[in-house]
């Protein structure tokens, strides 16, 4: 098994055998160069590629390079080895960072959504895949500001990550302080398992002031986050409310100041990151089938036993029990 790994500063897309030691070395390394600067060459100095992909069907590799204004593509073979296909070539100083896939339904049919950072808008371009061994896709068919009619993306924000659920597009907007302006936008938040809120942000869904219908889908998420009651307050006036008073309804976990804002969550996620994982896995699937069934079936109820008991028998059980009675940090492997 392959993991690959896209390196922004050093300018190069790497595989690397599983699992990974100290000795290991890449299987396969495209490294870039640019010819000259790009149109923003204070971001185009050099070749940015920020994260690799597959497509719906797993069988090639995407990676959006913001420096040089390219989707680069490559082909899975059978042995695992990657194979370099035509990149896709984006609007010059457009800057893609993000992708990600909707899939038409009850077709073969595919678009890639293109996250452009330094144009502040997201591509849509439909995959083509002709008789050739790699896809390749027809122009751009939709550009999008992921913001409602009127409004501009704020000029200390940028477009930044975006990800697919069912026929919703979620784009996340950096530097960003109102997630109301978003729509879905503080749906997304709600779906994560811990948030963290900046003291001056503004927090709300704007469906009422759109004529907007909401998703069935989103509405449960926000049952289930802040109750009944102030779901219909947040759904029937489409009023915005602070950090603290997001805080005081379970909307948000904690409040930090402004500037500690990105600190304090990568902080939040080393200690998280720092526990033993089988332990974080088990504990949030426990949590999550909890959440879902208020009644467990007799089936679940054994599944949720049976994973209990499978972690008295795991290393990393044995050693969080050693490493607490030599009072020392434990060494996990997730095993």
């Not at 300018?11 to 160069?33: G, K």
């Not at 590629?49 to 590799?61: C, L, N, Q, S």
């Not at 909307?251 to 100041?257: A, G, R």
């Amino acid at each position: 098994m392959l993991i690959l790994t896209s390196d922004s500063s050093g300018a190069a897309v790497s595989t690397f055998q599983i699992p990974i030691t100290d000795s290991s070395t890449a299987v396969q390394t495209f490294e870039f160069t640019l010819a000259k600067p790009g149109p923003n060459p204070d971001r185009q100095d050099a070749p940015h590629p920020h994260e690799v992909f597959t497509d719906p069907e797993r069988g090639f590799i995407l990676s959006p390079d913001l420096g040089a204004d390219l989707v680069r593509i490559y082909q899975i073979t059978g042995s695992g080895q990657l194979r370099e296909c035509d990149p896709l070539s984006v609007t010059p100083g457009n800057g893609p960072r993000h992708g990600a896939w909707y899939v038409i339904p009850g077709t073969d049919q595919y678009v890639l959504y293109i996250v452009n950072e330094l144009s502040n808008n997201v591509v849509s371009y439909p995959i083509n895949w002709g008789p050739g061994e790699c896809i390749s896709f027809n122009s751009s068919s939709q550009v999008i500001t992921p913001y409602p009619p009127g409004e501009s993306i704020p000029s200390t924000a940028n477009v930044a990550e975006i990800r697919s659920t069912g026929r919703n597009m979620f784009v996340s907007v950096r530097n960003e302080a109102s997630l109301a302006r978003q729509v879905g936008g503080l749906e997304l938040a709600v779906s994560c398992d811990l948030r963290i809120c900046a003291a001056g942000a503004e927090l709300g869904m704007p469906p009422a002031r759109l004529g907007l219908i909401y998703g069935h889908t989103g509405l449960r998420r926000f049952l289930e986050t802040i109750g009944l009651p102030r779901t219909r307050e947040m759904f029937f006036t489409g009023r915005n409310i602070d950090a603290a008073r997001a805080e005081r309804i379970g909307l948000v976990n904690e409040v930090v100041d402004d500037e500690r804002i990105e600190a304090d969550a990568v902080a939040l996620a080393a200690t998280i990151a720092a526990a033993a994982p089988l332990s974080t896995r088990g504990n949030k699937q426990v949590i999550d089938v909890l959440a879902a069934n208020p009644v467990l079936s007799p089936a679940q109820e054994e599944e949720l036993v049976e994973l209990r008991r499978a972690c008295f028998g795991s290393a990393d059980f044995r050693e969080g029990v050693r490493a607490f009675a030599e009072k020392r940090r434990p060494v996990w492997t997730g095993e």
